[in-house]
């Protein structure tokens, strides 16, 4: 397993000590060291794509596994929101779709043979969801902080659907019988 790979595999890894940290109170800190967890993760995110790019390391588990991880830690973290009173369960309902419509998608892509990657839409989205989630975390004493929370909030749903409509409009002809 290379290098990529085995960071997108730590990324999965490191979400249930991420959510152990997030979800209780073991010290005064704790929601600070959740904060670093994720970003670590989603760091790892950034790291494992450049390098398999760079060293030409991209693999169909890669491919496939790097979206999947971060499907994992974003929506692990916002369902976590949910039961911390940050964010409205239907926001999360629609993103948790989106993921769940696209793995069905790349799953009949693949009896296909075909592996799709993540396109640009869909990582710039993953991006907004990411910094939504650092933000929800820190939860900075100051007051306009809940407004820039709920911006982002709302720009992380918008850019899920619109990313949703692009990778089906740019991969519909996988749906035709061949």
Same mark, same amino acid.
Do not use: H
């Given at each position: 397993? /290379?290098? %990529? ?76 929101? #949910?039961?911390?009173?940050?964010? %409205?369960?239907?926001?999360? #309902? ?6 769940? #419509? ?38 900075? %004493? ?35 019988? /061949?």
């Amino acid at each position: 397993m /290379n290098l %990529p790979n085995k960071l997108t595999i730590a990324r999965v890894i490191m979400i249930p000590f991420f959510l152990v940290f997030l979800m209780t109170d073991f010290f005064a800190g704790s929601r600070y060291v959740a904060l670093a967890i994720f970003i670590i993760a989603s760091l790892t995110d950034m790291l494992d794509g450049k390098i398999a790019r760079k060293y030409n390391l991209v693999t169909n588990f890669g491919k496939f596994m790097d979206p999947l991880a971060d499907k994992l830690l974003v929506c692990s973290a916002m369902i976590a929101f #949910i039961e911390l009173g940050l964010i %409205p369960a239907w926001v999360v #309902i629609i993103i948790i779709a989106r993921e769940f #419509i696209i793995s069905g998608f790349r799953l009949i892509a693949a009896e296909k043979n075909v592996v799709i990657a993540a396109g640009m839409s869909g990582k710039i989205k993953t991006t907004v969801q990411m910094i939504m989630c650092c933000l929800l975390i820190a939860r900075l %004493p100051f007051g306009f902080m809940r407004y820039v929370e709920q911006v982002f909030i709302y720009a992380a749903l918008v850019l899920t659907v619109y990313s949703l409509i692009v990778y089906l409009v740019q991969n519909k002809d996988i749906l035709k019988d /061949n």
